[in-house]
């Protein structure tokens, strides 16, 4: 039989470095939030087809309009380019929509969204108090479904800290995306987060479901041999759901293209991250916690226990 949860410290030294990078991505160019957490106009512009203009001919045609650097933003999503500006009134978008079409050629404005800084700051804090009820929640629930097993406090806390782990590689991802693409986070951003959440917990409770009938078959037998023995049983339909759900985002993108994409790469990183997390975080932080061996975490084994 493989032995994964044997090679649980390889699992956690590539979390870490991949964790780690997103860290740094973070720190050196943060997240870009879009309309939806700031305020402004987002415009969506799309050319004819055979149109041959480029994100670098509309920039250089923005900054000749007096629209340059941070107060416009041009976004290339699908055949589309999505540019967030200051807040436009009637006035200033109609002479926008004529300095464009002199400039450029003719366009149409399939998108324009306003959004106030009010409402900015609304979207902001309920994205933030889902992600924490969900997380909750979730926690309490599994505490409670595992509720017959031994320490079940600990089977929800490693759910969540493989959930932190998922959250974390997506926004260490997108934070690299705005740093080199100028990706934006917006409200498609927090609708893949919170689904993230959702599939990550699912895929861990799987696998949590099946090691908790291991030990109720064979009461006497190690923790580590019962977990890598469901690890195992659950493997090919944890890469069978995911290869599934791989092959409708692919075709999402081709199909719908910009309007959802950051919705299908948060997807496709948290799929990824997800399902590596739910055997390479849960399980085998559970097997860690009940062998008692967070100190090689810090390079050292922990001293044995002598019986009295």
């Excluded at 923005?62 to 009637?90: E, M, Q």
């Excluded at 017959?148 to 600990?154: D, E, G, K, L, W």
């Amino acid at each position: 039989m493989i032995n994964i949860i044997g090679k649980r410290f390889w699992f956690f030294f590539i979390s870490g470095i991949v964790i780690l990078a997103g860290i740094v991505a973070l720190i050196a160019f943060g997240l870009k939030p879009g309309v939806e957490f700031t305020s402004g106009s987002e415009v969506t512009i799309t050319f004819p087809s055979g149109s041959t203009v480029t994100k670098s001919e509309l920039v250089s045609a923005l900054t000749d309009l007096g629209y340059s650097g941070s107060n416009a933003i041009v976004r290339k999503a699908g055949a589309d380019f999505v540019v967030d500006l200051p807040a436009l009134d009637d006035a200033s978008r109609a002479a926008l929509t004529a300095g464009l079409t002199e400039k450029l050629g003719t366009f149409q404005n399939s998108g324009f969204e306003q959004v106030t800084r009010q409402s900015a700051g609304d979207v902001t804090r309920n994205a933030g108090i889902a992600v924490v009820l969900a997380s909750i929640g979730m926690l309490i629930y599994i505490s409670w479904a595992f509720r017959r097993m031994p320490n079940p406090f600990r089977w929800g806390t490693c759910a969540i800290i493989a959930l932190v782990h998922d959250l974390l590689v997506v926004v260490g991802v997108f934070a690299l995306l705005g740093g080199v693409f100028s990706w934006q986070i917006d409200l498609m951003f927090v609708a893949g987060v919170l689904t993230v959440i959702g599939y990550s917990v699912n895929d861990t409770i799987v696998i949590f479901d099946r090691i908790r009938e291991g030990v109720r078959r064979n009461p006497g037998l190690d923790l580590e041999t019962v977990v890598n023995r469901s690890l195992v049983e659950t493997m090919s339909r944890t890469l069978i759901t995911g290869i599934g759900v791989l092959f409708v985002l692919i075709a999402l993108m081709i199909v719908v293209g910009g309007p959802i994409q950051n919705l299908i790469v948060v997807l496709l990183v948290g799929m990824i991250t997800g399902t590596y997390s739910s055997f390479g975080t849960a399980a085998s932080l559970l097997v860690v916690w009940e062998k008692g061996e967070w100190g090689r975490f810090i390079g050292r084994k922990p001293s044995p226990v002598v019986s009295r």
